[in-house]
């Protein structure tokens, strides 16, 4: 199922923006059913907390992903991003609170990070949080591109300068056929 997911692995932001994709088939939304959220959710273990799809109100998450997107979108454009969507990232942030958690252990005090709220609560709050540490990174921020894939929408953090497609297995082959089949035609014709 992992093979369906559009491009993960990226900044958490940036792959909540990256749940809804263009497909060969059309425009692909994985928060439209706990069945298509579910391989994306997973796919962020480690990265998330959760006791999994179960109970997250897809509604408030792709509310939240317009947000990010709008914000994101603006602010790598150098527009200060609309006071609605920062709202809604700071209400986000609200919906689980954080607190750090003391014990001991290994002959000292440790502290761990730890969300009180709803699944959907905690989820939004470390989404929002995620996306707060991207907007507020200036050398993050300007990595951010999206794919030149003919039709494609997805955003990827550009380490290399020379980045230009989502995926180079994908987008980048495309483009590369589509350049040699051009190429084939013009000398055919």
């Known amino acids: 199922m992992r093979d369906k997911l ?16 263009n497909g060969p088939a059309g425009e692909v939304d994985l928060l439209v059913s706990a ?30 992903r317009g947000q990010v997107e709008t914000a994101v979108d603006c602010a ?17 942030q609200l919906a689980g609170p954080l ?15 730890v969300r009180t709220g709803s699944a959907t609560g905690v989820l939004l709050a470390e989404l929002a949080d995620a996306t707060v540490d991207l907007l507020t990174d200036p050398a993050a921020l300007g990595k951010v591109r999206r794919c030149e894939g003919p ?3 997805l955003l ?13 297995a994908l987008c980048g082959n ?9 190429r084939h035609k013009e000398d055919a014709g």
Request: charged share 25%.
């Open 6 to 21: 559009p491009l993960v692995g990226e900044p958490l932001p940036l792959d909540l923006i990256n749940t809804r994709a």
């Open 99 to 113: 607190h750090r958690e003391l014990a001991w252990g290994d002959g000292g005090v440790t502290a761990a990070r």
């Open 174 to 182: 495309r483009v590369r056929v589509g350049r040699y089949y051009q």
């Open 151 to 153: 039709g494609c929408r």
């Open 76 to 92: 790598r454009d150098g527009v200060e991003p609309p006071a609605q969507a920062l709202r809604a990232l700071t209400r986000a």
């Open 35 to 64: 069945q298509e959220f579910r391989p994306w959710l997973d796919s962020q273990a480690g990265r998330l907390p959760g006791p999994g799809s179960a109970g997250i109100d897809l509604d408030a998450l792709r509310a939240l």
């Open 156 to 168: 990827f953090l550009a380490v290399n300068p020379r980045r230009r497609w989502c995926s180079p």
